[in-house]
C-alpha cells in the first residue's frame, strides 16, 4: 500500500478534484504562444508556417505527457526518484558522445533521437528529472541531518555534479537555473542556515569571475548592463526587443502586423516571443500574460503548501520553483533586468522539449491537487 492509500485510510488525506484552475492558465498561454508563433508565418526569416505546426504538435504531446504525469501516484516517483538522478547524469554526458550530442549555437545541448529522427534539449528533461530526484534526496535526510556542516557540504557536492555538466556545454544560464532550483529545495527542506546564506551572498562574486573569464560572456554582461552603447552589436538583440515593446504601446499594432519579427529581432518564436507579443497586442496583452504565470504560480503553491507527505511538499516545490525561475529569467532576459540567457518562456515560447518537459510539471502538480488535507492535525505526519 503506497502512501496516498494509506494517508486517505487514516484520514491525512481526501481525494479531491485537480485544481482546473492551474490547468486553464497554462491552456490560455499556450493558445497566445500559438497566436503569435501563427503571426510568424508572414516572417520568412523565422520559418513561418512550419514553426507553428511543430508548436501545435508538441502542445498536443505536451498535453499527453501531462496527462500521463498526472495518472501516476507519488509512491511511482518515490521509487524511481534515485533512477531520476542517475537518468539525469547521463543525459547530461551524452551531448559530450560524439554522433549523439548536437553542436550548435556554440554549445552541445541537444541530443539526437535515434530512429525517430529529430533532438531535444537535455536541460529541459534534467531539470524535471533532477526535481523528482531531489525530492527524494532530501527528504530522506532529517532536518537535523541537512542543517548540519556534514550535511551542507555533502549537499552541495550533490547538486554541483549535473550543473557542472550543464556548464561545460556551455549553457551558464541553465547551470544558475539547475542550481538555483535544487538549492532552493535543500533550505526548504530545513538545510544549514548560515552556510545557505555565506553561498548565496558568494554567488554574485563567483558569477562574476565565471563571467570575466571567458570575453563573450563578458561581451554578452556588458551588452545587458548598457545595451545602447552598441545598439548595432552586442546589444542589437535586447535593443530590438525594446522597440518591440515600445511600438506596441499600450493596445499593440495589430496580430501579424510585427516589424521587429522580420529579421530585426533574434530568436524572436523563442526567447523574445514576449517582445513580439507586445508589440502586436500591446502592453494589456502582456500584463494579461504576467497575471496567468502569477495565478498559476499562486494555485500551485497552495497546492504546494497543503502537502502533509515531505516527499510530496519536495517535489512539488521543486517543480513551482523550477517553473518560477524559468519564467523569471526569461522575463527579466527580455527586458533588460538579467543578462540574456536563452532560456524559453514556460508554455509561450517555441520549442518541443521545453513545452513537452513544462506540460510534465503541470501533470505532477494536477496529481498533487487532488491530495487534500485531512482532519488531522498539521504535525501529525503520516504512518
Not at 11 to 36: E, K, Q, S
Not at 158 to 165: K, W
Not at 231 to 247: C, H, K, N
Amino acid at each position: 500500500m503506497d502512501f496516498e492509500e494509506r494517508a486517505v485510510e487514516t484520514g491525512a488525506l481526501r481525494h479531491i478534484r485537480p485544481d482546473f484552475l492551474m490547468w486553464a492558465c497554462v491552456l490560455a498561454l499556450c493558445l497566445m504562444g500559438l497566436v503569435v508563433l501563427y503571426g510568424l508565418s508572414a516572417s520568412p526569416g523565422e520559418g513561418g508556417q512550419p514553426l507553428f505546426r511543430k508548436q501545435v504538435r508538441s502542445v498536443l504531446v505536451g498535453f499527453l505527457a501531462m496527462f500521463f504525469f498526472y495518472s501516476l501516484e507519488m509512491e511511482v516517483w518515490r521509487r524511481v526518484a534515485r533512477a531520476c538522478g542517475v537518468l539525469a547524469l547521463l543525459l547530461g554526458l551524452s551531448v559530450f558522445v560524439p554522433g549523439l550530442g548536437l553542436y550548435h549555437g556554440g554549445s552541445y545541448r541537444w541530443i539526437r533521437i535515434p530512429l525517430v529522427g529529430g533532438s531535444f534539449q537535455v536541460l529541459d528533461v534534467m531539470s524535471l528529472l533532477l526535481s523528482v530526484h531531489f525530492a527524494r534526496y532530501f527528504s530522506d535526510r532529517s532536518e537535523g541531518e541537512l542543517a548540519s556542516w556534514e550535511g551542507f557540504w555533502a549537499s552541495v557536492k550533490a547538486i554541483s555534479l549535473p550543473v557542472l555538466l550543464v556548464f561545460l556545454q556551455p549553457d551558464l544560464g541553465g547551470a544558475v537555473w539547475l542550481g538555483a532550483t535544487a538549492f532552493s529545495l535543500y533550505v526548504l527542506a530545513g538545510g544549514n542556515l548560515l552556510g545557505s546564506l555565506s553561498l548565496i551572498a558568494l554567488s554574485p562574486l563567483l558569477l562574476g569571475l565565471v563571467i570575466w573569464a571567458k570575453p563573450y560572456r563578458f561581451r554578452r554582461f556588458m551588452s545587458f548592463w548598457d545595451p545602447w552603447s552598441d545598439p548595432g552589436g552586442s546589444g542589437f538583440q535586447l535593443v530590438q526587443g525594446l522597440l518591440a515593446y515600445a511600438m506596441g504601446g499600450l493596445w499593440g499594432v495589430g496580430l501579424g502586423q510585427s516589424k521587429q519579427k522580420f529579421y530585426y529581432l533574434p530568436a524572436a518564436h523563442t526567447d523574445f516571443i514576449l517582445a513580439v507579443l507586445g508589440e502586436e497586442m500591446g502592453l494589456l496583452a502582456v500584463s494579461f500574460v504576467l497575471f496567468l504565470y502569477f495565478v498559476l504560480f499562486v494555485r500551485a503553491s497552495l497546492v504546494v503548501l497543503r502537502q502533509r507527505d515531505r516527499f510530496a511538499f519536495l517535489l512539488g516545490a521543486g517543480l513551482v520553483v523550477s517553473l518560477v525561475f524559468q519564467t523569471l529569467i526569461n522575463l527579466g532576459g527580455v527586458t533588460a533586468l538579467f543578462p540574456l540567457t536563452g532560456l524559453p518562456l514556460p508554455f509561450l515560447s517555441y520549442g518541443g522539449s521545453s513545452m513537452v518537459t513544462s506540460f510534465a510539471k503541470v501533470g505532477l502538480l494536477l496529481r498533487l491537487s487532488t491530495l487534500g488535507a485531512g482532519d488531522r492535525p498539521a504535525g501529525g505526519g503520516l504512518p
